[in-house]
Every structure is written in C-alpha cells, then in structure tokens.
C-alpha cells in the first residue's frame, strides 16, 4: 500500500485522493463495496 498525505476538503476521504491524484483504482466506483480503494488514516480526525 502506498503510504501518501492528502488534505481533504471534499465531502468523502475517496473524493479527495482521487481530485489530487486522479488514477484511483475503484472498479465499483468509490462506493467501497469492493476494497480495491481501502484506506488506513494515520493521523487526523475522520469524520
């Protein structure tokens, strides 16, 4: 897994990755139905 830092201002986490880094695989679309866009917050508060 590749280890970056995003500051999020978008409505979802998946939102925001993918604006500032475009190729995000998501076969289902970002509805995290299929695990392909997992994410491990490191730091911060989600919410």
Do not use: N
């Not at 280890?3 to 979802?12: D, G, L, Q």
């Not at 139905?33 to 508060?45: L, N, Y």
């Amino acid at each position: 897994m590749a280890k970056i830092t995003v500051k999020c201002t978008e409505r979802t986490l998946f939102e925001g990755v993918r604006k500032q880094l475009r190729d995000v695989p998501s076969p289902c679309g970002g509805r995290g139905s299929c695990g392909t866009c997992r994410v491990k917050v490191v730091s911060g508060k989600p919410s």
